[in-house]
């Protein structure tokens, strides 16, 4: 069975103590075997969106002599970054890059930041992307000003998507996503990305708390923004779903619950060559960019 919005109706009975957060780590090392460690950060990290700018139109382009009118229009994406360096080591392919989240659904690792990123088709409607700096091992560097997001439209808005907005309490599924090997499975790194709220206890009444479910199993409660690891878990594909609660109540904002899934396959021909969280299949439009 897996899980639905209707289970994050139910009340909780039990919260899990408090855990305070702990400082970014500089230079951190890596937990998994076979990934890099982590570098930096150098200071406070924060990422800014240069273009699109929020609420921006693209007009799609009209159609050239003989041939069919287009269904996109191109977008560029400039970002700016402080205190983060994103790199790829060439040994294992891993390295500390941006995670982009576009429209909830497709995710990019975008390491050349001071290169734009290029949607050659983004189609008709209102998107969202968001940016979150990961460690090579696709940890969040959980600090408020490491993440930035945007909504824009093509051709025109679509009133049914709500515009991202920074101040309401959101959460955002990290990974994993896409395919993992068995081989990497007995250790399964379950993140997130918040923002608009504190997380902590249900005894404060300014906090809000992290609260999923991993396929069928019991629903949990978290009290600290921090990565969870997930042992042993097995072949097959699974659904989990994250969503902001304060006190007994789900939080009622447009990105305040997020659905994911993943799968663990057999190690041998045809496995993944990098863990989930990497990509995650294709946009509507291939994304050209300059990222190596």
Not at 5 to 21: D, G, K, Q, T
Not at 83 to 98: I, M, R, V, Y
Request: net charge neutral.
């Amino acid at each position: 069975m897996k899980p639905t919005l209707r289970s994050f109706a139910v009340a909780l009975a039990i919260a899990v103590p408090y855990l305070a957060s702990a400082a970014t780590p500089v230079d951190p090392k890596s937990p998994l075997p076979g990934y890099p460690d982590g570098k930096g950060p150098t200071g406070p990290v924060s990422i800014t969106i240069k273009t699109p700018k929020q609420d921006e139109v693209f007009p799609i382009p009209p159609a050239e002599p003989g041939k069919p009118a287009p269904k996109g229009a191109r977008v560029v994406l400039e970002v700016e970054v402080k205190n983060f360096e994103t790199w790829k080591d060439p040994k294992s392919g891993q390295g500390q890059h941006l995670q982009m989240v576009l429209d909830g659904r497709y995710q990019f690792p975008y390491r050349q930041v001071d290169k734009p990123w290029v949607f050659p088709s983004l189609p008709k409607g209102t998107h969202t992307i968001r940016l979150f700096a990961q460690r090579p091992w696709h940890e969040s560097i959980k600090e408020k000003d490491a993440f930035a997001a945007v909504t824009f439209h093509v051709g025109e808005k679509d009133p049914s998507k709500p515009l991202f907005d920074p101040s309401q309490p959101t959460i955002t599924a990290n990974v994993p996503r896409g395919k993992i090997k068995k081989s990497e499975a007995a250790k399964v790194l379950f993140d997130f990305f918040v923002t608009g709220c504190t997380v902590g206890p249900i005894t404060d009444p300014e906090a809000c708390q992290v609260v999923y479910r991993l396929d069928a199993e019991p629903q949990k409660t978290l009290t600290a923004w921090e990565p969870v690891w997930w042992e042993n878990v097995p072949v097959g594909r699974h659904a989990y779903v994250i969503a902001l609660y304060k006190g007994e109540k789900r939080i009622e904002a447009p990105y305040a619950l997020d659905q994911e899934g993943f799968e663990v396959v057999e190690d041998g021909p045809g496995a993944p060559a990098g863990p989930a969280g990497e990509t995650n299949g294709t946009t509507p439009s291939t994304p050209q960019t300059n990222d190596k």
